[in-house]
Nanobody, 123 residues
């Protein structure tokens, strides 16, 4: 399984970015995917998750600003980020779970990770 993120960059506060994650080699028909982020000196945290039913789950810090979505036909995961804040600055990673199929059960140890894409928000 391979995951490749794209779409990171630098924006001013209040701006928007859309991250994409191309997933290949993933053959599960029921699944859970997600986005994590890690800022310098901080632990990696889960940002948003989606399962094959389309159920989503968000960290409180991004609710109302970020939207996770998927293109099932093309095995692509997205994260639309609006109203960005300097504290959103981090490396963002997409992730795919091996045995978890519902967002209510996600933990911090997915089966596969992407390489990450940097998001920088200036004040």
């Amino acid at each position: 399984v391979q995951l490749q993120e794209s779409g990171g960059g630098s924006v001013p506060a209040g701006g928007s970015l859309r991250l994409s994650c191309a997933v290949s080699g993933y053959t599960y028909t029921t699944y859970c995917w997600g986005w994590f982020r890690q800022a310098p000196g901080k632990e990696r945290e889960g940002v948003a998750f989606i399962d094959s039913d389309g159920t989503t789950r968000y960290a409180d810090s991004v609710k109302g600003r970020f939207t996770i979505s998927q293109d099932n036909a093309n095995y692509t995961l997205y994260l639309q980020m609006n109203s960005l804040k300097p504290e959103d600055t981090a490396m963002y990673y997409c992730a795919a779970y091996r045995d978890t199929t519902a967002v209510r059960d996600v933990g911090d140890k997915p089966g596969w990770w992407g390489q990450g894409t940097q998001v920088t928000v200036s004040s």
